[in-house]
T-cell receptor, first 115, second 115 residues
Framework: DAGVTQSPTHLIKTRGQHVTLRCSPI?????VSWYQQVLGQGPQFIFQ???????GRGNFPDRFSARQFPNYSSELNVNALLLGDSALYLC???????FGVGELFFGEGSRLTVL | AQSVAQPEDQVNVAEGNPLTVKCTYS??????LFWYVQYPNRGLQFLLK??????LVKGSYGFEAEFNKSQTSFHLKKPSALVSDSALYFC?????????????FGAGTTVTVRA
């Protein structure tokens, strides 16, 4: 069975540009979460979506937005890129939503470099 | 609020020796606790979780962790380390009372197992 898939795997942008990252969850999983992992740090929570509704939002500026589609795939959008947005962006899926106890399954990530 | 501390940036052990990676947590209510492992340029892989019940949790690849509520700790252990266990390990916590799926991760501990 396919795991969580993310695209693109690597991308380079310049300051001020916009980026869209995509994620397909494991088949049957209805929850998708996004995390930012800056080099040398642990992942930081950005968003969680369950059944196409936003269920949680981390401490990130409004330049970050996301959505979940009817097939449960998700997009993370970042506008007006800053150098500090350079990071590994991880998507994770889970079977349940907010009150579930299942673990998160992570994709390989999208490595964003902002120049 | 919820947070995790991993007090050691690095742990070095010889192959065949016991391995311990430390983690302490802070939550308002009761915790769900997780351990993940990350290999270079890869996503996070789930090792084990504590939800409720037995304080000793067994997981993948021979790893186990002990939940200690009085010390608010969830240390990861392996009786006999392998060179292939060399990786970056993350402890994560989620408050049982939260209605989103936000995991708070520690900064990570780099484990090096020498042959």
């Amino acid at each position: 069975d396919a795991g969580v898939t993310q695209s693109p795997t690597h991308l380079i942008k310049t300051r001020g540009q916009h980026v869209t990252l995509r994620c397909s969850p494991i088949s049957g999983h209805k929850s998708v979460s996004w995390y930012q992992q800056v080099l040398g740090q642990g992942p930081q929570f950005i968003f969680q979506y369950y059944e196409k509704e936003e269920r949680g939002r981390g401490n990130f500026p409004d330049r970050f937005s996301a959505r979940q589609f009817p097939n449960y795939s998700s997009e993370l959008n970042v506008n007006a890129l800053l150098l500090g947005d350079s990071a590994l962006y991880l998507c994770a899926s889970s079977l349940e939503g907010g009150f579930g106890v299942g673990e998160l399954f992570f994709g390989e990530g999208s490595r964003l470099t902002v120049l | 609020a919820q947070s995790v501390a991993q007090p050691e940036d690095q742990v070095n052990v010889a192959e065949g020796n016991p391995l311990t990676v430390k983690c302490t947590y802070s939550v308002s209510g009761n915790p769900y606790l997780f351990w993940y492992v990350q290999y270079p340029n890869r996503g996070l892989q789930f090792l084990l979780k504590y939800i409720t019940g037995d304080n000793l949790v067994k997981g993948s690849y021979g790893f186990e962790a002990e939940f200690n509520k009085s010390q608010t700790s969830f240390h990861l252990k392996k009786p006999s380390a392998l060179v292939s266990d060399s990786a970056l390990y993350f402890c994560a916590v989620r408050d049982i009372l939260s209605n989103d799926y936000k995991l708070s991760f520690g900064a990570g501990t780099t484990v090096t197992v020498r042959a």
